[in-house]
Every structure is written in C-alpha cells, then in structure tokens.
C-alpha cells in the first residue's frame, strides 16, 4: 500500500497528488524509527544519507542524538526540485551539519553554491556502473537500423513529450524509424494519448519496466539512445542520469537534453551529442545526422565510453566513496571501520 515513493518519485507524487501530504509523517518517522533501533543494536562508525530531504534530516537527527557523524548524497530531485524557504532552510541544515556531501555532477555543486548550503567538504562523486562485467559492448550484437531507445521513468524531466513531436520530422526522412521506450511513470497515459494524435501507434513502442539484466542487450542493438532531458517547469531536473552511463557503457551512440551535469559524462563530445530539445526542428536533426551515419556515431559513442570509464565505472566510484567515508568514520582512514550504515529509499 505504499505509494508515496512509487511511479514517479516523492515530489512528483506530492505535485500530483497532494492529498499523499498526509503520508509523509508516517513515512520520515518509520525511517527514522527503523534507523534508531538500528544504531541500539550495533555500533556505526558513520551514516550515508542518499537525499538530502528527507533521509539527510533523519542522519542529522541521528547524529545529534548519537554522535555518530553523517555523509550526505544529492542525486539531483532533491537539490534542484525542492524549492521554497523551508526545504532550502532544511537543506542548509542538514548540509552544514554533515561531515560531508556529495552531489553527482559538476552543475550539481554550483546548484550547491547558489544555494548556500555550504557543507564541510563537497565532492563530486557520480552513481556510477559496472563497465567491466554487465554494461560492456558485444561485438556479437549487431546494432538494428533506425531504432530509436528511452528508458527511464516517465516523468516530466525526462522530455518525452518531445521526442514524440520530433518524431515526425524523423519519420520524413527515414521512414522506418522505429522508438520503443522503457520504463513506467505518472507520465505514461499522455505519452500514449500523445501518440495516437501524431499517428505514431505503429512505432512508438511502450516496452513497461524490465528488469536490470533485460537492459544491455537493447542498448547493444538500438540504433540511437535518445534521452531528451529537460528542466521541468518546476525547476527540477537530472542530475547525473544512470541510464546514459548504463547506454555508454555498452557503446551505444546516443543524443542528449543538454542539461546541467551532463558534460560530465560526455566531455568533449557534449557539441555533438547533446540538443536543446525544446528548439523546434533540433532534436530531429540530431537524431537524423546520427541515423544517417551510424559508422561515425558508433566510433563517437567508443570515445565516450573510454572517457567515461575513468569516472563512472563502479571500481572508481566505489574507491571514491570508501575514501570520503573512511575519511569521516573516526577512524582517519588507517583501518576498515566497524560497520557502516546507509539510509537510503528510492
């Protein structure tokens, strides 16, 4: 019965449904409830706080209550979509209080600045993912012709709404062109709705969600991962997306809303792959010169990647994150700490 978290994340719900308001007392308290008996029954060196609200406020009131220090992680909803005097004057507590924070992408700590957050330290530390054994290239696979790929939720940021519009323009050119899209939301009726006007039901492909291990073969064979991200009306938007690193890291070419934090993945190639969506005619025009030259996107995508891989496969993530850790456990990073504690909730 839980469905504040689900289908589009809290601050959608909460936009979307504001009567989910009465949920969230009982939801911060079980947390914090859960996390307390938690620190009774074993002794922590240090708490890791994915989101600043509401799970950052929990480790500060754990941390006060039991001295035990706290390192919180921005993904991007709460830092960038969180807005008003309350939850900023929450956010400048629950950052100034950490040991640590770390957001996900460069833009991320300047959002951090601009906000006045200041935080003992700040890094930036992407999710990251496994370039090594599951999101890798298969030489085996060969890419399909004209096949469009989404996956993600289907929320307002993610752009959907204006890949459909492009389509058209795509289809012109390239009649066979073909768009399936992974992933479930708040979103999904007005995207189908949206389809059917334009006339696209016979290739516009709603896949649903799947699992984690279902995605790298669609991304070995799709033609183009296009991922228009925007920043929504309400001001939020990506932070650092794992689904273009999950794409990248299997050497699938890709076009990209040029929003903040992505030219943290693609580096140098960011002119190229990355699009104004929100232009007319631009993100048609950047899938079709990707479709039209499938070599030379697929040799661009295998320069990403190798860029890439020094930031966001999971062993330099995950060296990154023991660093900060260890750093603030108490225990000066000279030996593993007695446990670590994470709260978290997606």
């Known amino acids: ?12 719900n909460l936009k979307r449904h504001p009567w989910k308001w009465l949920l969230v007392p009982g939801f911060v308290l079980a947390q914090l409830l859960v996390a307390r008996r938690l620190m009774r029954r074993e002794r922590f060196d240090i708490i890791h706080a994915h989101w600043l609200l509401p799970q950052g406020l929990i480790a500060r009131v754990l941390s006060r209550t039991t001295d035990v220090p706290y390192v919180v992680t921005s993904h991007g909803g ?37 906000l006045r957050l200041s935080p003992r330290r700040l890094e930036v530390l992407p999710m990251g993912v496994d370039f090594s054994t599951r999101f890798v290239p298969d030489p085996a696979i060969q890419r399909d012709t004209d096949h469009l790929l989404f996956v993600g939720r289907l929320v ?10 492009a389509l058209p323009q795509v289809l ?14 708040p979103e999904e009726a007005a995207l189908r709705s949206q389809a059917r006007s334009l006339g696209l039901e016979s290739v516009v492909h709603f896949a649903g969600a799947l699992a984690q291990y279902q995605l790298p073969d669609l991304y070995r064979r799709a033609t183009l991962f296009v991922a228009p991200f925007v920043r929504d009306r309400d001001g939020n938007q990506e932070g650092l997306p794992v689904v273009l690193m999950e794409a990248i890291g299997c050497g699938c070419p890709a076009v990209v809303g040029e929003v903040a934090g992505i030219r943290d993945l693609v ?16 993100l048609a025009t950047a899938v079709l010169a990707a479709l039209h030259n499938p070599d030379r996107a697929r040799l661009q995508a295998d320069r ?31 030996s593993a700490p007695r446990n670590l504690s994470d709260t978290a909730c997606g």
């Open 304 to 334: 990403i990647r190798r860029a890439a891989a020094a930031r966001v496969d999971w062993e330099v993530v995950s060296g990154g994150y023991a660093r900060v850790l260890l750093a603030h456990s108490g225990r000066n990073g000279t």
């Open 267 to 282: 580096g140098d190639a960011q002119d190229d792959v990355c699009v104004d969506p929100r232009v007319p005619g631009a």
């Open 172 to 185: 012109d050119e390239r009649p066979g062109t073909r768009l399936t899209i992974v992933g479930f939301g």
């Open 156 to 165: 307002p940021k993610k752009g959907l709404p204006l890949l459909l519009q």
């Open 78 to 114: 709460d830092l960038f979509g969180l807005k008003g005097w309350l939850p900023d004057w929450l956010k400048r507590g629950v950052a100034g209080s950490a040991a640590a924070m770390t957001v996900v992408s460069t833009a991320m700590s300047e959002e951090v600045v601009r």
């Open 1 to 12: 019965m839980e469905t504040l978290v689900n289908d589009g994340g809290i601050v959608t």
